[in-house]
């Protein structure tokens, strides 16, 4: 395969405050032919009953990806651009152990066809040079796939954000939330 | 009688609205295209670019138009599903003919032709020309628009054309006619970038025109305050600085008010007022009792806020003000849009980088649709149809005499009315759905069923089209060239990327066929959609909706040319106004008063509780087209009725219990959403949905005196719950299914596999 276009210095970066619920990047992201019309990223009313606040989450392809780690299939593997794939399905055994580790909740398991789905970051559009189709159709700039000083300069009351605390376990990972201006880590408890 | 010829159910069963849904695999042949064809939505006046990638003449997917400048690839869930309307199994193949007690069959094109014209001149003959009428859309292109104006007035002979805009834009129209003399967004979006308050007063944006909001949020980047006027927290008031959770139809208050601070405390631009407007002393007299107090009496929102408001607006250097039907659909939507404008007026900031104002536009062509003669009172170039000059000019266009170009008719609700009235006994309709779209449904199907004769033009059989006793299959979107208007002032180019399929014709063809049989042909001799534009073009040269200067050759250039463009060498016109040199009579932008005055429906011991209604992201307007595709219907499948906590605790009302909701029109039944984003005396309920779903059972037919908007916005009823609740929607039906629920179990493609 060729990968050469894969742009290394282009980052994804969740912006929640612009996030308006429209779930147009599920849609988009469902068309893609390796993904049988079943969306990898996945938009969530926090609470209806009291607000309009949705929650979006993609795949945050960890440094140290424990989907990977609890992978008994070793179905899991993290590419050379830092991509953590989607499992292997000639390995994937179903045993949902990434989907119960991963501190982002974001691989599912297909019941029916009995494997793991996530996020690959739009791997044969990002390796062709292209932007991930969620960041691309986003109509609000949520999602926003490009280089780190294109979007410091785009968003100056923001910082990315890529580290994250959950519990005792320290997680950093290739996409960015973008947070306050001063933020350094997300601590979720 | 242009009753159903059977049962509602059993029409629902053979025509639909179906879900449809892409297959697992995608479409055959979405690969390896034989056309990428760069286009544009169908839906909102946003008109987003869009490339739809075309194999053996079916739409089978699309891909972002990153270059296109407004949106750069941006999409919302409908754009991102609207492709899915092509080869949709609801579609209309061949024309269709009522036939009672059996439904409608398929008939050949002639005879349609053949039923249609001599059931005109049947009924023009023993009642009068005008006792047959047009309603028509502004989802149609300019061409088509123009086309419909001219067959309207030349080939039917009727003075009774108008649009369903009239539900949609006119109360913009008519107070930014009133107040600069063109009716257009003074700028375009990019003038949203740098300006130091944003203030969207009635408008659900994010909802309605999800990609416009990352034009809001750039200006929000570069510290703009966004002020945010709106009865509920939508997403967008959500994430606003400051929202202002207004009273229904209390509007015009508020802006008064705004208006009262900004004379009390000098925040005015007195060089502009006095140099470029008109009609200041008198506004502002209007406005002198309209304290704080009043206004948070009146409009239910705190003064604190109000007074915050005025503040921000009047202090600041550069602005952006917007609104939409939020403030247009009321029996005052005129009088709600010239307020806005006077706070614009009062402070100078238009006709400069930064400084803006503008209605967002809502249908597609809403725009262009509402330039070229497609209104009763209108002929092209946004000319009046009862002025001489425009006359003369206009007749002189098409080749005929000034005495032969028919005279204003009735707007679109009053066109239901005088049927209902026995006065108006013949219909052809295109691209509108009034059944559903407009107030008060019982009335508009009793004013159906006593047509004596009823043509709709449609792609799919809508819910009024199945009323008729012929429909004519025609075209979508991408089966025409063509250009529409943006909510920007800015012409672009509609591609045709696929055939009609069947024996469907486009919407020209049935047109220009029709125009011939009526023995008007002589005037309808147009090769193809350019030609089209190119009289269009002549026709608008010298109106203020100037197109002369604007070729189908310099739009694909520059992707898209603003209007005014009057002449070949002429750049274009992104903002209006720079020269301070307005299109009024005396060159001046026009303060008018605007005393606040009561919707026309207040809430009483009987009706004590507020109704408005409006949209959800995933559906457009009537929803003929969204309510058949699969997963925008999923994702909100139902109208549900928005109600506070306090509000539902009063009436004992449970989260999904149904509820009937009663006006005095009518009584229709809904799950209760309880959500505390919406004020506590006010319920909502969304209007994409037919027959009982249809919340327009219960909005009435009160009218602005000017616009003749109905009141779509404000409605008083009472709550009813029932001792039935509604079952929970299903959860995540995607991850359970792994897909929707009309396909069976997937086949997970080879691609697949792991790929690094």
């Given at each position: 395969m060729n990968t050469t276009q894969f742009n290394q210095n282009e980052e994804f970066f969740i912006d929640p405050q612009r996030c308006i619920g429209?779930?147009?990047?599920?849609?988009?992201?469902?068309?893609?032919?390796?993904?049988?019309?079943?969306?990898?990223?996945?938009?969530?009313?926090?609470?209806?009953?009291?607000?309009?606040?949705?929650?979006?989450?993609?795949?945050?392809?960890?440094?140290?990806?424990?989907?990977?780690?609890?992978?008994?299939?070793?179905?899991?593997?993290?590419?050379?651009?830092?991509?953590?794939?989607?499992?292997?399905?000639?390995?994937?055994?179903?045993?949902?152990?990434c989907v119960m580790a991963c501190p982002f909740g974001v691989p599912k398991k297909n019941q029916e066809t009995q494997l793991m789905m996530k996020c690959n970051l739009c791997y044969d559009r990002t390796s062709a040079g292209k932007r991930p189709m969620c960041a691309t159709v986003c109509p609000t700039g949520a999602l926003w796939y490009g280089t780190r000083e294109k979007m410091r300069q785009l968003r100056p009351n923001s910082d990315p954000v890529n580290n994250f605390q959950f519990g005792m376990q320290m997680v950093k990972t290739k996409v960015n939330f973008m947070m306050p201006k001063g933020a350094t880590i997300l601590v979720v408890d | 009688m242009a009753t159903l010829p059977i049962a509602q159910e059993r029409l629902a069963a053979e025509f639909g609205p179906h879900k449809n849904y892409a297959p697992r695999e995608g479409f055959p042949g979405r690969d390896e295209p034989d056309d990428v064809v760069k286009t544009h939505c169908c839906f909102c006046g946003m008109q987003c670019g869009i490339q739809l990638l075309v194999k053996d003449n079916r739409v089978?997917?699309?891909?972002?138009?990153?270059?296109?400048?407004?949106?750069?690839?941006?999409?919302?869930?409908?754009?991102?599903?609207?492709?899915?309307?092509?080869?949709?199994?609801?579609?209309?193949?061949?024309?269709?003919?009522?036939?009672?007690?059996?439904?409608?069959?398929?008939?050949?094109?002639?005879?349609?032709?053949?039923?249609?014209?001599?059931?005109?001149?049947?009924?023009?003959?023993?009642?009068?020309?005008?006792?047959?009428?047009?309603?028509?859309?502004?989802?149609?292109?300019?061409?088509?628009?123009?086309?419909?104006?001219?067959?309207?007035?030349?080939?039917?002979?009727?003075?009774?054309?108008?649009?369903?805009?009239?539900?949609?834009?006119?109360?913009a129209g008519a107070g930014n006619k009133k107040a600069f003399g063109i009716d257009r967004t003074s700028n375009n979006f990019s003038d949203l970038k740098h300006a130091e308050v944003v203030m969207i007063c009635g408008t659900n944006v994010s909802e309605t025109f999800p990609t416009l909001t990352h034009w809001i949020w750039q200006a929000r980047d570069n510290g703009a305050?966004?002020?945010?006027?709106?009865?509920?927290?939508?997403?967008?008031?959500?994430?606003?600085d400051l929202h202002l959770p207004v009273r229904p139809g209390r509007d015009s208050a508020l802006y008064g008010?705004?208006?009262?601070?900004?004379?009390?405390?000098?925040?005015?631009?007195?060089?502009?007022?006095?140099?470029?407007?008109?009609?200041?002393?008198?506004?502002?007299?209007?406005?002198?009792?309209?304290?704080?107090?009043?206004?948070?009496?009146?409009?239910?929102?705190?003064?604190?806020?109000?007074?915050?408001?005025?503040?921000?607006?009047?202090?600041?250097?550069?602005?952006?003000?917007?609104?939409?039907?939020?403030?247009?659909?009321?029996?005052?939507?005129?009088e709600n849009v010239i307020a806005c404008i006077n706070l614009v007026l009062a402070t100078g900031r238009i006709g400069r980088p930064y400084c803006g104002y503008g209605t967002i536009t809502g249908q597609g062509n809403?725009?262009?649709?509402?330039?070229?003669?497609?209104?009763?009172?209108?002929?092209?170039?946004?000319?009046?149809?009862?002025?001489?000059?425009?006359?003369?000019?206009?007749?002189?266009?098409?080749?005929?005499?000034?005495?032969?170009?028919?005279?204003?008719?009735?707007?679109?609700?009053?066109?239901?009315q005088a049927i209902h009235r026995g006065e108006i006994k013949g219909l052809i309709t295109i691209c509108f759905n009034p059944l559903v779209s407009l107030p008060n449904n019982t009335y508009v199907r009793e004013a159906l069923e006593k047509l004596e004769y009823y043509v709709a033009i449609d792609f799919f059989l809508n819910e009024t089209a199945q009323?008729?006793?012929?429909?004519?299959?025609?075209?979508?979107?991408?089966?025409?060239?063509?250009?529409?208007?943006t909510a920007e002032g800015r012409v672009v180019r509609i591609r045709r990327a696929v055939k009609p399929p069947g024996n469907a014709r486009t919407d020209t063809e049935i047109i220009l066929e029709i125009a011939r049989r009526l023995g008007a042909g002589k005037y309808f001799s147009f090769e193809n959609s350019e030609a089209i534009f190119n009289e269009l073009r002549v026709a608008s040269k010298g109106g203020t909706a100037d197109y002369y200067g604007i070729t189908y050759e310099k739009i694909e250039k520059n992707m898209g040319v603003f209007w005014p463009c009057p002449t070949l060498?002429?750049?274009?016109?992104?903002?209006?106004?720079?020269?301070?040199?307005?299109?009024?009579?005396?060159?001046?932008?026009?303060?008018?008063?605007?005393?606040?005055?009561?919707?026309?429906?207040?809430?009483?011991?009987?009706?004590?509780?507020?109704?408005?209604?409006?949209?959800?992201?995933?559906?457009?307007?009537?929803?003929?087209?969204?309510?058949?595709?699969?997963?925008?219907?999923?994702?909100?499948?139902?109208?549900?009725?928005?109600?506070?906590?306090?509000?539902?605790?009063?009436?004992?009302?449970?989260?999904?219990?149904?509820?009937?909701?009663?006006?005095?029109?009518?009584?229709?039944?809904?799950?209760?959403?309880?959500?505390?984003?919406?004020?506590?005396?006010?319920?909502?309920?969304?209007?994409?949905?037919?027959?009982?779903?249809?919340?327009?059972?219960?909005?009435?037919?009160?009218?602005?005196?000017?616009?003749?908007?109905?009141?779509?916005?404000?409605?008083?009823?009472?709550l009813e719950p029932t001792n039935r609740r509604a079952p929970l929607p299903p959860l995540e039906p995607n991850q359970s299914s792994g897909g929707s629920p009309a396909h069976p179990a997937p086949q997970l493609p080879p691609t697949h596999a792991f790929r690094g």
């Open positions: 429209c779930h147009a990047c599920e849609m988009a992201c469902a068309e893609c032919e390796t993904n049988g019309q079943t969306p990898m990223i996945h938009v969530d009313y926090v609470d209806r009953a009291t607000t309009v606040q949705t929650s979006t989450q993609v795949c945050m392809h960890c440094e140290d990806p424990t989907c990977a780690k609890v992978c008994p299939a070793d179905a899991i593997t993290k590419d050379e651009f830092g991509v953590v794939h989607s499992a292997n399905t000639a390995r994937c055994i179903a045993c949902a152990n | 089978v997917g699309f891909e972002p138009w990153e270059e296109f400048p407004f949106n750069e690839g941006r999409l919302c869930p409908k754009g991102v599903q609207r492709y899915l309307q092509n080869n949709h199994p609801d579609r209309l193949l061949a024309p269709l003919e009522r036939v009672e007690g059996v439904g409608f069959r398929p008939i050949d094109w002639d005879r349609a032709m053949e039923r249609t014209v001599s059931e005109i001149q049947r009924i023009q003959e023993k009642y009068g020309r005008d006792a047959f009428a047009m309603l028509s859309g502004v989802s149609l292109t300019n061409e088509k628009s123009y086309l419909v104006g001219k067959f309207a007035r030349i080939a039917l002979k009727t003075r009774n054309l108008d649009y369903n805009g009239r539900l949609c834009m006119v109360s305050k966004l002020i945010v006027v709106d009865p509920r927290t939508t997403p967008i008031a959500r994430l606003a008010a705004i208006l009262h601070q900004l004379i009390k405390h000098d925040w005015l631009d007195h060089e502009f007022i006095a140099n470029h407007t008109s009609g200041f002393e008198e506004t502002a007299a209007v406005v002198k009792d309209y304290d704080l107090e009043w206004a948070e009496n009146v409009t239910g929102i705190a003064k604190d806020k109000i007074m915050l408001a005025a503040e921000w607006w009047g202090k600041a250097a550069t602005s952006f003000l917007l609104h939409a039907r939020g403030i247009e659909h009321h029996s005052k939507g005129v809403g725009q262009g649709g509402r330039e070229h003669g497609h209104k009763c009172d209108q002929l092209p170039g946004n000319r009046d149809i009862e002025n001489p000059e425009h006359r003369q000019y206009i007749a002189s266009v098409w080749g005929i005499e000034e005495k032969d170009l028919p005279h204003k008719g009735l707007t679109a609700y009053e066109i239901i009323h008729a006793n012929l429909v004519l299959a025609s075209s979508l979107h991408e089966e025409e060239d063509g250009t529409v208007t060498d002429h750049p274009g016109t992104p903002r209006l106004w720079e020269d301070k040199k307005f299109k009024t009579p005396d060159g001046k932008a026009h303060f008018n008063p605007v005393p606040h005055r009561d919707p026309m429906e207040i809430t009483d011991a009987e009706y004590p509780v507020i109704l408005t209604t409006g949209r959800v992201v995933s559906q457009y307007l009537s929803g003929t087209q969204t309510r058949r595709i699969g997963k925008l219907v999923d994702q909100y499948p139902e109208p549900l009725l928005e109600i506070h906590p306090t509000l539902a605790a009063k009436y004992g009302i449970t989260d999904r219990q149904i509820v009937a909701v009663i006006s005095r029109r009518a009584r229709a039944e809904f799950p209760a959403q309880i959500v505390e984003t919406i004020r506590e005396d006010t319920v909502f309920v969304p209007y994409h949905w037919a027959g009982k779903q249809s919340i327009n059972q219960l909005t009435s037919g009160h009218l602005d005196p000017i616009s003749k908007i109905p009141e779509f916005k404000v409605s008083a009823v009472r």
